[in-house]
C-alpha cells in the first residue's frame, strides 16, 4: 500500500498543507463550508477568525482527529487522515493540554523523543528555563498557563516539518505570550525548512511573527495571501477633514474616525492608481490598514451579503 500511495503521490511543489474543498457539519451546525486554502512550505501562517469561525475542526481534520463529510486534506501530498506517513509529519498543539497518566515535564519529554524523527531534547530542556517551568513538580499542579507554555515547549522542539499551535497564548500573560512569538521567530531562523500554522482570533498579537495568513470566517475562506497582498487593496488616510473627504472621493468607505480635529477613513481601494495618487498628495497621511481592522472589515462585508441574501 506504501508503495501504491508513493506511486500516485502529486508534485506539492512549495506546498506543505493543501485542504481541498472540505465541508464538516454536526448536526444542524456546518462548521466548514467547501473550504480550500494552501499552506506554504517554510512559512509561518496564521489561520485567523473568531472564535466560531471553524478554526478548531480544521486544526483536527488537518491533525486526522476528525473526517470531513466531503474534501480532503493532504500533507506533502499524503491524505492525512488514517495515514501514518503524513501524521509523521506533522506535530499538532491543541488548545486543550493533556498529559494522560504522565506525570514530570521529563516523562512528556521521553514519550516525545519516540513520537517525533528529529526531536530535540537539549532545546527542550532550554526552553523549560525559558518559559520558567519546574522540570521537577508534576504537571497536574501546574496553573493552565504553566499547562499551555510546557505543550509550545513540544511544539518548539518537536522538529515537524509542519508544526500546528491552536490559540497557543491561552492563559498566558503579556510577557510569555511575547516571549513564545519570539521563540517562534528564532526558531524559524534556525530551521528556514520548518513551517508553522498559527491558528488564533488574537490578531493584532500574532501580526508581527506572519510571513502570510489566512482569514476564514462561518467555516468560508474570507482571503488568503501574504501581509502585503492582503493589504494592498486597503489604505488608511488621515488628515484635515476636507483634505480626506477630498482624495476619498468616489471610493468605498469601510470606516470614519474623527479626533482632535483630524479625520481618519480606511478606504477600499478601486485600483492601484487611487494609492498612488493619494500618497502623493502631501495634504494628507497613509498607513497600511492593520489585519485585525482588515479582518473585521470584510467579515461585515460579508455579513451584510449573506444578510442580503436571506432577505
Same mark, same amino acid.
Given at each position: 500500500m506504501q508503495a501504491e500511495n508513493a506511486q500516485a503521490r502529486p508534485d506539492t511543489g512549495d506546498v506543505i498543507l493543501r485542504v481541498s474543498s472540505v465541508s464538516r457539519r454536526f448536526r444542524k451546525t456546518q462548521a466548514l463550508s467547501d473550504l480550500s486554502l494552501e499552506i506554504p512550505t517554510g512559512k509561518i501562517v496564521g489561520l485567523l477568525g473568531r472564535n466560531g469561525a471553524g478554526k478548531s475542526t480544521l486544526m483536527r481534520i488537518v491533525g486526522g482527529m476528525l473526517r470531513p463529510n466531503a474534501g480532503e486534506t493532504t500533507i506533502d501530498g499524503?491524505?492525512?487522515y488514517d495515514n501514518a506517513r503524513a501524521l509523521g509529519k506533522l506535530?499538532?498543539?491543541?488548545? #486543550?493540554?493533556?498529559? &494522560?497518566? =504522565? $506525570?514530570?515535564?521529563?516523562d512528556l519529554f521521553y514519550v516525545c523523543r519516540g513520537l517525533f524523527a528529529n526531536?530535540? $531534547?537539549?532545546?527542550?530542556?532550554?526552553?523549560l528555563v525559558r518559559f520558567d517551568l519546574p522540570a521537577d513538580k508534576r504537571m497536574k499542579t501546574f496553573s493552565r498557563g504553566m499547562q499551555t507554555a510546557l505543550m509550545l515547549c513540544v511544539g518548539l522542539s518537536s522538529g515537524a516539518e509542519l508544526t500546528v499551535f491552536d490559540e497557543p497564548s491561552l492563559g498566558l500573560d503579556a510577557v510569555l %505570550?511575547?516571549?513564545?512569538?519570539?521563540? =517562534?521567530?528564532?526558531?524559524?531562523?534556525?530551521?528556514?525548512?520548518?513551517?508553522? =500554522?498559527?491558528?488564533?482570533h488574537l490578531i493584532d498579537e500574532v501580526t508581527r511573527v506572519l510571513d502570510s495568513a489566512v482569514l476564514i470566517d462561518a467555516g468560508r475562506l474570507l482571503c488568503?495571501? #501574504?501581509? /502585503?497582498?492582503?493589504?494592498?487593496?486597503? =489604505? $488608511?488616510?488621515?488628515? /484635515?477633514?476636507? /483634505?480626506?473627504?477630498?482624495?476619498?472621493? &468616489?471610493l468605498m468607505i469601510l470606516k470614519e474616525e474623527e479626533a482632535a480635529g483630524s479625520l481618519v477613513r480606511h478606504v477600499?481601494? /478601486?485600483?492601484?492608481?487611487?494609492? &498612488? %495618487?493619494?500618497?502623493?498628495?502631501?495634504?494628507?497621511? #497613509?498607513?497600511p490598514v492593520g489585519l485585525q481592522r482588515l479582518f473585521v472589515f470584510l467579515t461585515e462585508e460579508k455579513e451584510a451579503e449573506r444578510h442580503a441574501a436571506n432577505a
Open positions: 499524503d491524505k492525512v506535530c499538532i498543539i491543541g488548545d #486543550t493540554p493533556d498529559f &494522560g497518566h =504522565l $506525570s514530570k515535564p521529563g526531536w530535540n $531534547s537539549d532545546y527542550a530542556r532550554e526552553l %505570550r511575547e516571549r513564545f512569538y519570539d521563540l =517562534l521567530v528564532e526558531e524559524k531562523r534556525r530551521h528556514p525548512e520548518r513551517t508553522f =500554522l498559527v491558528s488564533t488568503a495571501g #501574504t501581509i /502585503a497582498e492582503l493589504q494592498e487593496g486597503y =489604505l $488608511s488616510i488621515s488628515g /484635515a477633514p476636507e /483634505a480626506v473627504r477630498e482624495v476619498t472621493e &468616489g477600499k481601494l /478601486a485600483s492601484l492608481d487611487d494609492r &498612488g %495618487r493619494i500618497e502623493a498628495d502631501s495634504r494628507v497621511r #497613509t498607513a
